[in-house]
Structure formats: structure tokens, C-alpha cells
């Protein structure tokens, strides 16, 4: 394999805009993909290759040339390791010239820091091993440092698994199925699908596994009025309707009106009817809504960790004051909202963190400071275990 020059500099290019100028990441790559219009498929996935692969190992790829990402002509010193660690040939140009390739072998045998052999800061490595114990730690952060896999689900208002699976198969899309996720697809190969007239038809939705697991786990059921007070774009919110059937009431909240903006254009395209309310939340909404709830679905604000696979630079702009201020906000938003639940409704807490401090804490926090709620249960999923994103979800019951 070899090395393209105009394809470098675009990666050089992207690099710039996710560390320089703090853009994300995914942002950054589905943006550059689009705007060259010439790349085939393979050229593509290359590119997308490479930049996850630096972002997710940035720090590692620093330690081993002594470099800076920040720094430009840094930057080609990460990418010749790259290409030294994927045994590419690097092409005689004046940017490679700044590193000797032959020293990253011993570079990289002489690294021991645990932090830097995964690719993460040192607070980051040191709250993991504090929260969730040093061995439970080294598997999870071994987990989310691989590549996420390509996941859908079903929309089951307008097909079955079974159909799906067989219309993307005719597509030259290979899936397979687990009996753990009911609605849930999984490529066999990485490849872009939402092209597909079967997604403009709204006949699948981009979604981690884990993530399908909220829905069933809260009880909706046909015929309820449940509120979806952190919607965001509306991923679970689609997914309650589906399980309700399109029976029922489903009002949706966030505090961003462009993610109203895209979950309202989600549902139009995935036949949802019973999506009667989508705005920006505030205290009068909240007010409205008192006492009326079946279920209150808060999917909260959080660091995101359990995320890294999929959005690997959240671990070098995620810093460890921000996840205390994100805590309290957690904490905010639970002793708010929850006026919104009927008695006898049932509250679910959801992040897409793996942290306790976050999770268990804030559901014991807000225990003791509402005597009328009671514990049902709760599920923390790993990626080390489940093989998706790191996920946890609680379920409270408001007493009559």
C-alpha cells in the first residue's frame, strides 16, 4: 500500500480541525467524505480509518515520536507512525522526512505508562481504576478502545427484522441477528447504508445495540402517555413509539432546537403518530405536564465515556472538573422533571456513562431526597461484556 498525497494532506487537513480548532470528530469526517465527491469507496475508508485510528491513539502515537498533535509538522510525524505501525511504505516527501521510522520499533517496546499504552489522560485512567477497580478498568478501556461496530434497528412500524435483513442482503449488505437485541442488525463489514432507499423509506434507524435496550427496559406499553424529557434527536423516542405500537401519547423535550428540529423529520419518516408534543423543555412545559406521566424516560446529559468507541476524541476534550459540573446538572435535571410523573408512573435514568458517579450515586443521591419514589431496578452495561457501547439505565417508582 501506499501513500497518495492529496489523501494525506486531507488527513493532515482533518486533523487540524478536530485538535486546532476543537471540532468533533465524526463532524469532521462525515464533512471531508462528503466534500470529495471523487474518492471511491476504498479511498473512503481508508481515510476514515486513519483519522479514528489517530484520534483514538493520539496520545500513544505522541509518546512514541516525542510529538505534539497540535503542532503541524507534528502531525506528519503521528501519521508516519501510523503508517510504520500498518507497514505502509512512506513515500519520500519532505513532511516524512521530520521522523527516522527506524527507531518506533524500540520506541514503542520501551513504553510501560499503562495510561499512555491506552491512549487516554492520566485523570481519566486514574478515575477508571478508582471507579470501577483496576481489573474491571484495564478490560472496559481495552473494550472501548476498539472500533464500534455498524448497528441498525428494525423499525418495526413498517417491517420485520427478517425483511429488513433480506432487503439490505439484495443491497450487497450482509447482517447478522443476536438474541439479545430483538430489533437490532449488525453489519458484517463496515459500510455506509443511509443511502439506501430502505432508510428513506424509514424502514431502519442508526442505532447501538445497547442504546435498543432503554425502550424495553422501560415497560412502555400501547395506550400510555410517556415523555421523553432529554430526547435529543430522538433515537429512543422512535423506538418507544414502535414498541407502543403507535398507541399512546409520546411529548418530547430537549433543550436544543435543532435536535427537535431533526427528531421531528426522523419521525415523519418513520410513520410515528403518537409524537403529539416536541419543543424546547421549560419550567411551564414542566408545569403543564405535572402529575400526568405513565413513564418519564431521562436520558441525562452525561461525560459519554461509554461512547469512546464510537467518539474517540471525548477523551482528550472531556476534562475532570467538567464531569463534576455534569453531575450536578444530572442531579438537576432528576429532582426537576420528576414532577412530570404521575403517581405510580415510572421514572428511567439513562446515561451512556460507565462511571458510578454518574450512575448509582445520583439514583442514591435522589432516593434520599425523595422519599416517594422506591427502587425497582437498574443494568450497567459494559463493553467489555456486551461488545457495544457502555450504557447504564435505572427504574424508580413513584409511590401513590
Known amino acids: ?225 410517556v415523555i421523553d424529557a432529554c430526547a435529543g434527536a430522538g433515537g429512543k423516542t422512535l423506538h418507544l413509539a414502535a414498541q407502543m405500537q403507535n398507541k399512546g401519547q409520546i411529548f418530547a423535550y430537549d433543550i436544543y432546537q435543532n435536535k427537535i428540529d431533526e427528531l421531528n423529520k426522523r419521525a415523519k419518516r418513520n410513520n410515528v403518530t403518537i409524537l403529539k408534543e416536541t419543543s424546547i423543555i421549560n419550567q411551564e412545559i414542566i408545569k403543564r405536564n405535572e402529575n400526568l406521566a405513565d413513564i418519564l424516560l431521562i436520558d441525562a446529559p452525561c461525560s459519554s465515556l461509554g461512547t469512546l468507541r464510537r467518539k474517540p476524541d471525548i477523551k482528550w476534550k472531556l476534562k475532570p472538573e467538567k464531569i463534576s459540573q455534569i453531575k450536578v446538572i444530572q442531579q438537576d435535571i432528576l429532582n426537576s422533571y420528576v414532577s412530570m410523573l404521575k403517581p405510580g408512573g415510572t421514572l428511567i435514568y439513562v446515561t451512556c456513562s460507565i462511571l458510578p458517579e454518574e450512575n448509582q450515586e445520583n439514583i442514591m443521591y435522589f432516593l434520599k431526597q425523595n422519599k416517594n419514589f422506591t427502587f425497582v431496578e437498574d443494568k450497567t452495561l459494559l463493553s467489555s461484556v456486551t461488545n457495544n457501547d457502555g450504557f447504564y439505565m435505572a427504574k424508580l417508582k413513584k409511590q401513590f
Request: glycine share 4%.
Open 1 to 225: 500500500m501506499r501513500w497518495y498525497y492529496n489523501i494525506a494532506q486531507s488527513i493532515i487537513d482533518a486533523l487540524h480541525q478536530i485538535f486546532n480548532e476543537e471540532k468533533q470528530a465524526d463532524k469532521v469526517v462525515n464533512h471531508l467524505l462528503k466534500s470529495q465527491k471523487k474518492w471511491g469507496a476504498r479511498d473512503r475508508r481508508f481515510v476514515a480509518q486513519v483519522l479514528y485510528d489517530v484520534v483514538r491513539w493520539k496520545r500513544f502515537y505522541e509518546v512514541i515520536v516525542d510529538a505534539k498533535i497540535e503542532n503541524q509538522e507534528d502531525k506528519w510525524k503521528i501519521l508516519a507512525v501510523w503508517s510504520y505501525l500498518h507497514q505502509f511504505d512512506l513515500p519520500d516527501w519532505t513532511e516524512f522526512q521530520l521522523v527516522d521510522v527506524t527507531t518506533i520499533g524500540d520506541s514503542v517496546a520501551n513504553i510501560k505508562e499503562e495510561a499512555v499504552l491506552n491512549s487516554i489522560p492520566d485523570w481519566l485512567q486514574n478515575k477508571g481504576i478508582t471507579q470501577l477497580g483496576e481489573t474491571l478498568w484495564k478490560n472496559e478501556i481495552a473494550a472501548l478502545n476498539k472500533e464500534a461496530e455498524v448497528v441498525v434497528r428494525v423499525n418495526t412500524l413498517k417491517t420485520t427484522r427478517y425483511k429488513l435483513q433480506q432487503k439490505l442482503s439484495e443491497k450487497g449488505i450482509e447482517t447478522y441477528r443476536s438474541v439479545n437485541f430483538p430489533n437490532a442488525l449488525f453489519l458484517s463489514k463496515r459500510k455506509k447504508i443511509t443511502h439506501l432507499p430502505c432508510y428513506q423509506k424509514g424502514l431502519f434507524e442508526m442505532q447501538d445495540a445497547s442504546s435498543q435496550l432503554v425502550t424495553p427496559f422501560s415497560g412502555a406499553k400501547p395506550g400510555m402517555f
